[in-house]
């Protein structure tokens, strides 16, 4: 939510206040992530879309 408030924001005086709950967000997850695979990527090395998927996607 806080992403979609950053982007819908339309007060200029806000937008720091905004950019710092985004990075801080950020920062919990990397926390998050660091905190349980710190030796390597979280779940996968590399995102893979299956082809079904984007032939289903196309029609």
Known sequence: ???????????????????????????????FLLERSSEGPYLFDELV???RCMDTASR
């Not at 007060?11 to 709950?21: F, G, P, T, Y």
Request: proline share 0%; hydrophobic share 30%.
């Open 49 to 51: 879309i299956d082809e």
């Open 1 to 31: 939510m806080t992403g979609y408030r950053f982007v819908l924001n339309q007060d200029r005086d806000r937008r720091d206040d905004w950019a710092e709950k985004l990075l801080s967000l950020y920062r919990d997850i990397d926390g």
